[in-house]
């Protein structure tokens, strides 16, 4: 009883409940004769088991006598034992499973006692584990969302004063003086608008000199490639300063004057809003394609642009990124085509299959976002048409409700299509949303765990490959994929039997791993494509 008490006490400060049911049935032989047959817990199924995955169909038929027992337990049928019983884990009003225990003959009543507190005790100690758990959660939560929450309201409300004042802007067709007046009401400085060559365009405030002094030319131009490099307002003497213009073209110039340099994040989000509204005015009054405009929202789109900024700028365009979008990378069309030849052959598939009409180039691949829903093989094929018949491979992202996730929809559609770079000729759709327990293994946002877990299991072999140059790992990978039947994997790796024999005693002197337990393959072939995941989340990221 003594050692039950301590028992209890290590139970009861230990959070893990799988801790927990290792720590009861560990003890089980120095309570007497009785031999540890299993645990199962509702909801989780087999915690420990005595044997191996011979005895699958045993812990079944046993799944199979729970069903009858009350939440008291009771007698229960184990093959080989004269005696066994299922005792209940449980606390105050929780039935959470069994311990099953088993004897070559009824053990004595007191070691029967001793066995039901110990099981009782594991009841009590597990649900205490699990409360302290959702408490500690709930807890984070609360407090991560109440910041989250007082952060998100405060720049919400400024963000939605700065959108309506600057929507109200360009639904008015107002120009450079209107949008220079709205922004010197939102934050309260001084605003210049200048051309791209530093011509006076609108000034609102106080401060405007007499004849504006032109800015030296050299300077101006420092000032507008440091303004390209950060794509974000940036302070130049004086003033802080916001391009106006798609990338790489500058159409005009945004300026707050600032001396003391007072201005912060929110002057800079503001600014940053005006310089999107007069960008889209300065290209409409300089007569720019809007379809220049489509790829410039779609680029910014798919790089994380702000929600605010990009559903003004949709707007402007007649575009509705209210609704769900997806991407889709168009990959392996025609090596060596003209990109541009590439946006206008999807552009028009796109159009004809009814897809959408937002594309981007990105990396030498265009990539189309769209509120469409598997029309994939038409929009393949219609591509395919267009360059008459040859590959093409395209990669499904997710369906996402806001315009902040459609770079997320984007990675997904580069990973699919980098996790299944093995797969060769045409025919290929790979969508994210299927990829199984790759796309399980690629949205882990511990991704340093998962490398841990690979080197765990193939560390040894991956080094032996680095420096003998061989091909363990990826053999390994085959053979597990095959069902570690010999034919197929020969087949797949196209090498002689004897050959893949040898290999496989290779691998398990290097790796140290018995490839006859279940339990070992399970772990290897999961490890194998974590690694196959790994090196594709790389690849999209580029």
């Not at 088993?102 to 099981?119: I, M, Y």
């Not at 395919?384 to 996730?405: E, M």
């Not at 337990?517 to 580029?542: E, M």
Request: proline share 4%; charged share 25%; with cysteine.
């Amino acid at each position: 009883m003594r050692s039950l008490l301590a028992l209890s006490m290590v139970m009861a400060e230990c959070d893990d409940p799988d801790r927990i049911v290792h720590l009861a049935v560990t003890s089980i032989p120095s309570l007497g004769r009785s031999r540890f047959h299993g645990a199962y817990l509702n909801g989780t199924g087999w915690q420990q088991v005595r044997g191996a995955a011979d005895e699958a169909d045993a812990h079944d038929d046993l799944e199979t006598q729970f069903a009858v027992l009350s939440v008291a337990g009771g007698a229960v049928a184990v093959l080989g034992e004269a005696w066994a019983w299922a005792y209940p884990l449980r606390s105050l009003g929780d039935h959470l499973g069994y311990l099953v225990v088993g004897a070559a003959a009824e053990p004595s009543s007191g070691e029967q006692f001793l066995l039901r507190v110990l099981a009782q005790q594991t009841g009590i100690a597990i649900t205490n584990a699990r409360r302290r758990t959702r408490q500690r959660a709930t807890a984070d939560q609360l407090r991560v969302a109440n910041t989250a929450l007082a952060q998100t309201v405060a720049t919400l409300r400024y963000s939605t004063n700065i959108h309506e004042r600057l929507a109200a802007v360009a639904a008015a067709g107002e120009g450079p003086e209107g949008i220079a007046e709205a922004l010197h009401e939102l934050t309260g400085y001084p605003i210049v608008v200048e051309d791209r060559h530093g011509n006076l365009r609108a000034w609102a405030g106080s401060g405007r000199p007499g004849p504006c002094p032109r800015q030296e030319h050299a300077d101006r131009e420092e000032m507008l490639r440091e303004s390209a490099r950060t794509a974000r307002p940036v302070r130049h003497h004086d003033r802080v300063v916001m391009p106006a213009g798609p990338p790489g073209e500058v159409l005009g110039v945004l300026a707050l004057v600032d001396p003391d340099g007072a201005a912060g994040p929110q002057e800079f989000t503001a600014l940053e809003h005006a310089a999107t509204v007069l960008a889209l005015r300065l290209a409409r009054l300089n007569g720019l394609a809007e379809d220049r405009l489509g790829r410039d929202l779609a680029d910014a789109l798919l790089a994380g642009a702000d929600e605010e900024t990009a559903l003004t700028r949709a707007e402007t365009l007649g575009y509705d990124l209210r609704r769900a979008h997806r991407a889709v990378v168009v990959a392996e069309v025609s090596p060596g085509a003209d990109v541009e030849e590439l946006l206008d052959a999807v552009r028009d598939a796109a159009h004809d299959v009814g897809v959408g009409s937002l594309l981007a180039v990105r990396d030498g691949e265009v990539v189309v976002l769209t509120n469409a829903d598997r029309p994939w093989p038409h929009l393949q094929a219609a591509i395919r048409r267009r360059f008459g018949g040859g590959p093409c491979r395209l990669g499904v992202g997710g369906k996402y409700d806001r315009p902040a996730d459609f770079s997320r929809s984007y990675h997904e559609a580069r990973l699919a299509l980098r996790l299944q770079a093995r797969y060769e000729g045409e025919g290929k759709i790979i969508e994210f949303d299927r990829l199984g327990v790759y796309r399980l293994l690629a949205e882990i946002e511990d991704q340093d765990g998962v490398e841990r877990f690979v080197h765990e299991w193939l560390g040894a072999l991956l080094d032996y490959d680095e420096h003998r140059r061989s091909d363990l790992v990826m053999t390994l990978s085959r053979y597990l994929e095959c069902g570690r039947g010999y034919q197929a994997t020969t087949a797949a790796l196209a090498i002689h039997r004897s050959t893949l024999k040898y290999r496989i005693q290779r691998i398990r002197e290097i790796s140290g791993h018995d490839l006859n337990d279940p339990d070992v393959c399970f772990n290897l072939q999961l490890a194998t494509r974590a690694l196959r995941t790994l090196r594709a989340v790389r690849a999209a990221r580029g």
